[in-house]
């Protein structure tokens, strides 16, 4: 099972909630797929989450088990893939330490991705130093597994790059191939709209579709989506760009023809809004039914989860610890 030649996967999610129907298309629907032809090691990210939670860290330590039934539950075999806790591989953190000598001040507050996270969390200066470092712990997340290959959504690419600027660096500072360079993996379709049409599915934004949704919020959620203003009568020509009803369906439907022909048919003229809803809403009940069924008959053994995680974190700080002591090697930190 454990081939030599098989690519590397690491990845995660921050446990700040449960995951959403943005995460599944970003990334969640790539790593099931992977785990057939990679080594796949999945992080719970509760560390970086507490980078700006430390006003309620309950809420992300509870939210590790919401994520792993997430994880679960979309098909994420525990045999194949190795589940674990960040907090949980204090190798992790020591990898950080060192990486954190090789950026700047500056490098660090031009990573577009925090740039905007800042922005919308008004941190303006008042920055928790973990927070705008927690790239550096990326970073360590990712060269601690010598992991190759990393799927995320589009919004994580910043991170990669500075990944790998830091994997160049250390090398070049120990004159040794330690760490090993990744590559992101982008999904077909790298990011999904909120329901209201803004650019962004995300929770804190209010306009997500959880993955746990019940048949009645996803009907609600399908109905409350954004389409075209303009379209108010049904002969009325209509705007398939922009109009979040097609986005999803572009990333649902597998029946590309399909969509193609409402397409067209919407852009004439004479193709209602809740024609083309209640398509999509068959589309995320046959695809979410599953999946919810799943979550909760696996919610119903939390000690069973919870198993799984423990194991998989024995695994993932055997994996770690081996980098670490290369990586401290290299420094010439092995003093006995
Ligand atoms: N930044 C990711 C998120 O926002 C979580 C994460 C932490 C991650 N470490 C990672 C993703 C390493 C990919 C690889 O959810």
Known sequence: MTDLKQPVVLTGDRTTGPLHLGHYVGSLRARVQLQYEAKQFLLLADTQALTDNMGSPHRISRNVLEVALDYLAVGIDPTRSTIFIQSQVPELAELSQYLLNLVTLARLERNPTIKEEIRL??????????????PVSQAADITAFKATLVPVGDDQLPMIEQTNELVRRFNNSVERAVLVECEAVLARVPRLPGIDGKAKMSKSLGNAIQLAASPDEIVKAVNDMYTDPNHL???????????????????????IELVTELKAQYRRGGLGDSVVKRELNERLQALLAPIRERRLELARDPAGVLAILSRGTVLARETAGATLCDVKAALGLSYF
């Not at 969390?121 to 927690?134: K, S, V």
């Open 121 to 134: 969390r008004g941190f303006e200066r008042d920055i928790p130093a973990g927070f705008l470092t927690y």
């Open 233 to 255: 009568r049904v002969s009325d020509p209509g705007r398939v760009e922009g109009n979040v009803v097609f986005a999803f369906l572009d990333a649902f439907e597998p029946d």
